[in-house]
């Protein structure tokens, strides 16, 4: 039997990250959940998700910063950032030179969750 692919949502926005767990979790997945960059890195370590989508804009610790510190931990992780605002350009080259995967913006369509999940699983 196969097993369960996993998916780490961040989101310091709770409703946002209940609303996208939901989804995910509807479409087949297991979910995990961190509502910041350093229990993204926690979580990451302790699960190792097959895919990561991470808010940029978090307290504590950004998604870029989290993206960083998780593929030092796992140079293959597949992370894709999602965000509202504008790209630290600096964070967001290094982090595309880093493998990060791709960049979403918000607010996002049911549909386009769906096609990057089933794209990078």
Do not use: C, W
Not at 41 to 70: C, H, S, W
Not at 95 to 119: R, V
Request: proline fraction near 2%; charged fraction near 30%; glycine fraction near 2%.
């Amino acid at each position: 039997m196969d097993k369960k692919k996993i998916v780490l949502i961040v989101d310091d926005d709770v409703d946002l990250l209940e609303n996208t767990v939901f989804l995910i979790k509807s479409a087949g997945y297991d979910v995990v959940m961190a509502q910041n960059g350093v229990e993204a890195v926690q979580k990451y370590k302790e699960t190792n998700p097959n895919l990561v989508l991470m808010d940029v804009r978090m307290p504590i610790m950004d998604g870029y910063d989290a993206f960083f510190k998780i593929n030092q931990y796992d140079s293959n992780a597949k992370v894709i950032l999602i965000t509202a605002y504008a790209h630290d350009e600096k964070k967001h080259t290094k982090a595309k030179n880093l493998n990060l995967i791709d960049t979403i913006s918000k607010p996002y369509t049911i549909e386009q969750l769906e096609d990057i999940i089933s794209k990078n699983i």
